[in-house]
Each structure stands twice: as C-alpha cells, then as structure tokens.
C-alpha cells in the first residue's frame, strides 16, 4: 500500500508553492506559519531531511560536522532573511555551479531515484523552519 | 565547464571547417581532458588503522575471497568439464597484469568487458557453465584471485581506436549531474577531496583497489556495487550492476586511475 502510494506520488510531481525572487533574495515566506527554529534544527540535523551538517559545520554538538560548504555560525550577519530563504530553495540560481542540492525545486533535475522524484527535498513549511533556525546563528 | 564553454565559443565558420577535416583525416582521437592530473589512490585517505589492514595479507579478511577464488580457479565447473586451469594453467603467470588493464576492448563481442564479465564469458562461452552475478561472492572471489596477481602493477587500460567511444560515454556519465542532490561524480571527488562529509573524508574515488573488503559491509565488494553507493547516496536512480552504463563508466575509471598501482584487494572503512 505504502510503495502504491510513493508511486502515484512520483508520477505527479507536487506543486510547489510559488514564489518569486528579488535581487538574488525570496522576499516573501513561503507559508503563513512563521518557522520554528528549533524543528529547523532538528530538520538541519535529520539525514532524511536538510542533512546540512553533512556538508556544513554548525555551531551545536554533533559526531561529525562536514566541510564541503562553508561553517554556517554567523551566517545570520552575512545575509538577509531573504537570501538565506533563496539560498535553501534553490542556491543554483545564485550559483548555477554549486554542489550545493536546491530544497525546494522538482524540475530541471536528472534521473532522480524512483521514491523522491517530483517532490522537493523539503517541505515549504521545512524550509522556514529551517530558515529560523539560520537566522539564531549569529 | 571551461571546456564546454569553450567548444560553444568556437562554433565559429573556421572551427566547423577545422571539425569536418578532423572528422575526415583517420587520426586517432584527441588525449581526452584529465582534470586530476596526479591521482591518488584511496589509501592515502583511510585512517592508519584501515591500511594496517590492508598491508597485513594475514588480516585482511579479503585473503579469505582469495582462497576460494584460488579453489575455483583449480576446480572444474560446467559441462565441459574444464577449470579455470585447464586453459589458463597458473594463474601467477597467465593472470598477471590481467587487472591493470581491465576493463578491456572485446573484438569479439564489439564493446568494452570487464574482469567480470570476462569471468563469465569463459564460464558460458568455454566451460558450458552458469553466469555468475555481478557482486556475488563466488565472483568476487574469482576478481580478488586474479587482481592479487597485479598487486603493485601500474593500472594501464587502452582507450584508443574502437574503445574510445564507449570511454566517451563513461566520461560523460561521470561528469552528469544527476538524483535529487544534482551532483556529479567529480563535486565529491574532484571539487572536494580532502573534506569531508560527516564522517566520511573524500578521496578521488579511484578504483585501483577493488574488489575491496569493505569494514562497514563485511564483506568484499566490486566497484560496481560500490558505484550503486555513490549514485544511490545523491538519490539518483542507479543503473543496474553489469549494465552497459556503468561498464563504461568504470571503464573511464580505470584511466582516470591510470598509473595507480593496483592495490587488490584493498580495504575500506
């Protein structure tokens, strides 16, 4: 039942909310429901969700910190909450080079394993959650 | 990139002449681009306890896949009523060098093979005896046999005349973005070896060493399951182990080794 319903979820990709992109920024949350920097945390942490301390040191106790991105502390000094917000859903159209993976996008992408294709990453309300938790880090 | 851009930038009149008087003259192809110009095996990047491991024949557990490959070798298989022996003898001889230049041009078959598949066309073709599946432990045991036999030997695989277009196909897998994560092979192992990922430190992801004991598996493994890894952890779809995609692609893994000495059977964590 479960594997029926992952694959009617990857034939229709799921509409995205919209949103629109300022000067390198998204502006504009993408839900009504202001974040949660604590579940952003817990998000930021969470393998099967941003899994950012792969890549990125944050200032918190973990195991092991990755360092394929920049450490992330004082990030909130460096960037508006609107950039920090672009950079999470989709960082490719501030550097079409990234290795970074864009949170929030379903199109344009190449032969994504069966059980997450058409989904983004996070969910809207994820990436604001996540994106309170950025902002704390000053 | 640079060299994409580049081939835009020169789709010019003269550059579509030069190209159509390539494309007549029977010269061989031109040295594909190497990005990591002096690679280094794996074990440059395990911790100190793996490669102790490694370099102990009588602990690393891979010399057990070693005998039983060694058995086979000696053991008549199929309807045929031939062993491995019969035609190749010993294998410290007939085998040697073997690894280091394989994956390998097959006239016959008009495509590129690996040391697996070349296992299995004996086995079918030879030997009237059953494929083995890619990964399985009789087949990996088979590959370390015969890869110990070129331990130290440089890796040297011919990618000229009718291998070149299947070499192509793997530098192009190599270098597609692809799964959910929109990677590359090279945003881990070219941009970004020496950092790490959580707990894992980034090598170039280089071949030399396989089939390899894998701590973490318990068991040896052949790259292409190792690959499966790879493509599986950026969420991409991976193609199938022996499939055409990814014989090619470990076929342009073994140039990109070129030089390395083959480390079979290496371990890692």
């Known amino acids: ?138 | 990139m640079a060299r994409r851009a580049a081939f835009l930038a020169g789709a010019g009149a003269a550059a579509l002449a030069a190209g159509l008087a390539l494309a007549q003259a029977p010269g061989p192809a031109p040295e594909p681009h190497r990005t990591i110009t002096s690679p280094e095996s794996g074990r440059n990047y395990a911790t100190p306890e793996t490669l102790a491991i490694q370099d102990d024949d009588f602990q690393n557990p891979a010399f057990l896949w070693v005998e039983e490959g060694e058995q086979a070798w000696n053991h008549p298989a199929g309807s045929a009523g031939q062993s491995c022996a019969s035609c190749h003898q010993d294998a410290t001889a007939s085998m040697r060098g073997v690894r280091a230049r394989y994956p390998a041009y097959n006239a016959a078959k008009g495509r590129v093979v690996t040391l697996e598949q070349q296992v299995n066309i004996c086995r079918t073709e030879r030997m009237g005896a059953p494929e083995l599946r890619i990964d399985s432990r009789e087949l990996n045991a088979m590959t370390a046999f015969i890869g110990l036999q070129s331990r130290g030997m440089p890796m040297n695989v011919d990618i000229s005349g009718p291998a070149r277009p299947f070499f192509d196909r793997g530098e192009e897998f190599y270098n597609t973005r692809r799964g959910q994560l929109d990677m590359r092979c090279g945003s881990c192992h070219e941009d970004n070896y020496g950092r790490s990922l959580r707990a894992d430190l980034l090598s170039q992801g280089m071949s030399n060493g396989f089939p390899t004991y894998r701590l973490k598996e318990q068991r040896v493994i052949s790259l292409q399951f190792r690959l499966q890894g790879c493509v599986n952890d950026v969420r991409g779809e991976p193609p199938a182990m022996g499939s055409e995609e990814f014989t090619n692609l470990e076929f342009y893994l073994a140039w990109r080794a070129q030089g390395l000495p083959v480390e079979t059977p290496s371990v890692r964590r």
Not at chain 1, 29 to 54: F, I, Y
Request: charged share 30%; net charge negative.
């Open chain 1, 1 to 138: 039942f479960t594997e029926a319903v992952a694959q009617t979820a990857a034939r229709e990709p799921v509409r995205l909310v919209p949103f629109e992109v300022v000067d390198q920024a998204i502006p504009r949350p993408l839900t009504d429901t202001p974040g949660n920097a604590e579940r952003g945390q817990r998000l930021a942490l969470d393998r099967s969700k941003g899994n950012c301390v792969t890549c990125h040191e944050l200032p918190l106790s973990a195991d092991f910190q990755g360092n394929l991105g920049p450490p992330l502390t004082g990030v909130a000094d460096r960037y508006e909450p609107g950039e920090l917000r672009l950079r999470i859903v989709d960082t490719k159209r501030i550097n079409p080079d990234s290795n970074m993976p864009s949170y929030y996008r379903v199109e344009g992408l190449n032969r994504v394993r069966r059980d997450w294709a058409g989904r983004p990453m996070l969910e809207a309300q994820e990436v604001e959650d996540i994106l309170a938790y950025l902002l704390t880090l000053r």
